[in-house]
């Protein structure tokens, strides 16, 4: 066979940002997970990794942007080191050759905030799975990727589905759902110079009431899941704004940590004029465009509030802003043109 490492141009793939559009935490497992009934999309804002063989024998990683942390404890490494264990000694090998997988040298452009609730982390490890295994011309079943993806987080099987999707369980069980119908909503992202630890979040979730188990939050997540199914039109996911602007289960958990995420939004709300939901165990908030061009609009207006302090925080940072839209295709791998 063609050895798969003799390729031109390196393995390139887009890791998008998702909004949960709804959360609710629907029960807790012995093992701790929570039940979550989520409708999940992917953003256009996204990472970008690319993968070629590794010269020095060793996986490596080299990241830009954002700071993702110690390379040791990223989420791609740790991708790459699990992908090559499910692939084992039976990888489709060229002849001649044999042992593992061959090391890879990763390069991570990180454009999406760390510990936002965007997933960035989790959408890097999905791109690092299916990158990784195209390099080495190797398979594995959907049983076989959705343990893998299990192992790596609670996110990461909603990425290797992609698109819109309901996601239940504790992020196993991923439905797909039709995309939004027409114009491709836009978003605006709104991120504080603060990070919100997931595992703090549902933490703070388990030691109060929990009065959101199976409540109004369940039934908005269910029905929105049910309008996707039906046929969702973007002006109408826009005009439902509001409602999902609170149904997140996790909005009274993430403010217990960080108190200053009330004034925030209530500041972000009075500069906008539209609801402010928050992705997943935050810090980010998001409001719903029409369009793309509008949400980038009110990204400017959001600049010009922090510019002349009627938007801040305590500390005095300014936050990451972004106008984006829901993905309404999946757009995987991006090609590359051999350096000269």
């Known amino acids: 066979?063609?050895?798969?490492?003799?390729?031109?141009?390196?393995?390139?793939?887009?890791?998008?940002?998702?909004?949960?559009?709804?959360?609710?935490?629907?029960?807790r497992r012995l093992s701790g997970y929570h039940e979550l009934h989520s409708v999940m999309v992917e953003l256009d804002l996204?990472?970008?990794?690319?993968?070629?063989?590794?010269?020095?024998?060793?996986?490596?990683l080299h990241t830009t942007g954002f700071d993702p942390g110690p390379?040791?404890?990223?989420?791609?490494?740790l991708a790459i080191s699990e992908a090559r264990q499910a692939v084992g000694r039976g990888w489709a090998a060229p002849a001649g050759s044999a042992g593992a997988a061959p090391a890879l040298a990763a390069r991570l452009e990180k454009r999406i905030p760390v510990a936002a609730g965007l997933a960035g982390g989790?959408?890097?490890?999905?791109?690092?799975?299916?990158?990784?295994?195209?390099?080495w011309g190797a398979e594995l079943g959907p049983d076989e990727r959705l343990r893998l993806a299990l192992r790596l987080g609670s996110d990461v099987p909603f990425f290797l589905a992609g698109g819109v999707a309901l996601v239940e369980g504790r992020g196993e069980r991923v439905t797909r759902l039709p995309p939004v119908g027409g114009t491709a909503p836009g978003v605006l992202l709104v991120t504080p110079d603060v990070q919100l630890s997931t595992k703090?979040?549902?933490a703070a979730y388990a030691a109060g009431p929990n009065r959101g188990l199976g409540g109004s939050t369940h039934l908005a997540s269910d029905h929105l899941a049910g309008e996707l199914r039906s046929g969702l039109a973007s002006r109408d996911l826009v005009l439902r704004a509001g409602v999902l602007a609170a149904?997140?289960?996790l909005l009274g958990p993430a403010t217990a940590?960080?108190?200053?995420?009330?004034?925030?939004?209530?500041?972000?709300?009075?500069?906008?004029?539209?609801?402010?939901?928050?992705?997943?165990?935050?810090?980010?908030?998001?409001?719903l465009y029409p369009s793309e061009t509008d949400a980038a609009a009110a990204a400017e207006t959001v600049r010009t509030a922090v510019a002349d302090g009627r938007l801040g925080s305590e500390s005095g940072s300014h936050p990451f802003i972004a106008a984006t839209t829901i993905r309404s295709a999946l757009i995987r791998s991006t090609t590359e043109e051999p350096s000269a």
């Open 1 to 27: 066979m063609t050895d798969p490492f003799r390729r031109i141009a390196p393995i390139v793939r887009l890791a998008p940002a998702k909004l949960n559009l709804t959360l609710a935490v629907t029960g």
């Open 46 to 60: 996204a990472d970008r990794l690319s993968l070629a063989p590794s010269a020095a024998g060793r996986d490596s």
């Open 71 to 77: 390379p040791a404890e990223n989420l791609v490494l």
């Open 122 to 135: 989790s959408s890097d490890a999905a791109a690092a799975i299916d990158g990784a295994l195209e390099a």
């Open 200 to 202: 703090d979040v549902f």
């Open 247 to 249: 149904a997140n289960d």
């Open 257 to 287: 940590i960080l108190p200053q995420l009330v004034p925030f939004r209530r500041g972000l709300a009075r500069v906008l004029g539209r609801p402010i939901g928050q992705s997943g165990s935050g810090p980010t908030c998001w409001v």
